[in-house]
């Protein structure tokens, strides 16, 4: 049983470091890093959704979209946190909110635009290859900042 727990936890390991090394790719804008973090080939349809855009299928789409996010991205930087790692057989889920921070590109002499940070949440699925651990899916959604404003309309005792 021991060998079983030090496999199990060997895989999840080489899963984490699959994931991290996904966002550090795209962090350093490296398009063919990221390319190869994907599943190849036809047999498997990759999908991706960032943040408020339609479902993307097919490697193509998917490889498309991170090359224009990373054009039109003069900054970027993940910091996952609540990263959790669920296995079955060769299939891994990761969950993990991203905290982004980033910027565009630079207004008037600045070296860049001004910095802004976002929250995700997202599921990226891996799949188990000759090659390692190789993104099938990943999901963003935004995380919806709370306003405070409940804490603003109680009522004045005057």
């Given at each position: 049983?021991?060998?079983?727990?030090?496999?199990?936890?060997?895989?999840?390991?080489?899963?984490?470091?699959?994931?991290?090394?996904?966002?550090?790719?795209?962090?350093?804008?490296?398009?063919?890093?990221?390319?190869?973090?994907?599943?190849?080939?036809?047999?498997?349809?990759?999908?991706?959704?960032?943040?408020?855009?339609?479902?993307?299928?097919?490697?193509?789409?998917?490889?498309?979209?991170?090359?224009?996010?990373?054009?039109?991205?003069?900054?970027?930087?993940?910091?996952?946190?609540?990263?959790?790692?669920?296995?079955?057989?060769?299939?891994?889920?990761?969950?993990?909110?991203?905290?982004?921070?980033?910027?565009?590109?630079?207004?008037?002499?600045?070296?860049?635009?001004p910095l802004v940070g976002q929250?995700?949440?997202?599921?990226?699925?891996?799949?188990?290859?000759?090659?390692?651990?190789?993104?099938?899916?990943?999901?963003?959604?935004?995380?919806?900042?709370?306003?405070?404003?409940?804490?603003?309309?109680?009522?004045?005792?005057?």
């Open positions: 049983m021991n060998e079983d727990h030090a496999s199990a936890a060997a895989d999840i390991a080489e899963v984490e470091a699959a994931n991290t090394a996904f966002y550090e790719a795209l962090e350093r804008g490296d398009y063919e890093d990221l390319s190869g973090r994907w599943l190849p080939g036809e047999d498997l349809t990759v999908s991706c959704v960032h943040p408020g855009w339609p479902v993307l299928t097919g490697r193509g789409d998917v490889l498309r979209s991170y090359a224009l996010i990373m054009a039109n991205t003069e900054y970027i930087q993940f910091f996952l946190t609540d990263v959790n790692v669920s296995m079955t057989d060769d299939t891994a889920l990761v969950t993990c909110t991203e905290n982004i921070l980033s910027g565009g590109p630079a207004e008037e002499g600045n070296a860049l635009g929250l995700v949440v997202a599921t990226n699925v891996f799949r188990r290859t000759p090659q390692g651990w190789k993104l099938w899916s990943h999901h963003g959604s935004p995380v919806l900042a709370e306003t405070g404003e409940e804490d603003d309309e109680e009522p004045s005792s005057s």
